[in-house]
């Protein structure tokens, strides 16, 4: 069987990480949606799809067996909710669930026909994107809130500085 999840992933943290964690136990191969893949370097999505495809390909390596299967697809807005649904299928390998927490995402793909099962929230405090934002800007420890091949993207890609140049803080 296979599994869709989409989310923004700004960046991809622990509770993303048990959501899948949970998602692998129930199916064989999953597709990750990366939303609003058009995004990149704002305060609210500061990593480009790219970036972002790194950090979940990284990684679902800790949370996945060698024999399952994950297809990482950047997924565009479409500001037209009606077609959402069809634009994903569009985009995606074929999949027979959808995982979500997310009301419009759940409503969009009910209509559609598809079968949504509901997602539980991890710490949601702390493993929150906006959260781990918050920090990146104010200088405060986030590494804790994100798997750790995660904090290496952001480092690689010197992410901190550029979402503090962003936010314009950084002096
Ligand atoms: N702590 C969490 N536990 C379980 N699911 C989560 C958690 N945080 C987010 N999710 C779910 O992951 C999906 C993608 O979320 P998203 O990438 O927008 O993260 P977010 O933490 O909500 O980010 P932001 O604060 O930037 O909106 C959504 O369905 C959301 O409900
Ligand atoms: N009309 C649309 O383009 C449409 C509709 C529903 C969800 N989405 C996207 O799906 C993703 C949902 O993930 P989040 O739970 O992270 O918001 C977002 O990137 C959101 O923009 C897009």
């Keep these: 069987m296979r599994a869709f999840f ?22 064989d191969e999953v597709v990750i949606g990366i939303g609003s893949a058009q995004e990149s370097h704002t305060v609210e999505n500061p990593f480009t799809a790219g970036e972002r495809i790194m950090m979940v390909d990284r990684a679902v390596g800790e949370i ?27 985009m995606t390998p074929y999949f027979d669930v959808i995982y979500s927490n997310n009301p419009l995402v759940i409503r969009l793909f009910r209509e559609a026909g598809f079968e949504v099962r509901r997602t539980r ?21 986030w590494e804790d809130l ?26």
């Design 64 to 90: 996945k067996n060698p024999g399952q299967k994950v297809y990482i697809v950047p997924l565009e807005d479409v500001y037209r909710n009606s077609l959402w649904v069809s634009h994903v299928v569009s």
């Design 121 to 141: 929230m991890f710490n949601r405090m702390e493993y929150h994107g906006t959260e781990i934002r918050r920090r990146m800007i104010s200088g405060e420890r």
């Design 6 to 27: 989409i989310g923004r992933f700004q960046p991809y943290h622990l509770g993303h990480h048990e959501v899948l964690r949970e998602i692998f136990s129930e199916v």
């Design 146 to 171: 994100v798997p750790e091949p995660v904090v290496d993207v952001i480092e690689e890609i010197d992410g901190v500085r550029r979402i503090r140049e962003i936010a314009n803080t950084d002096f």
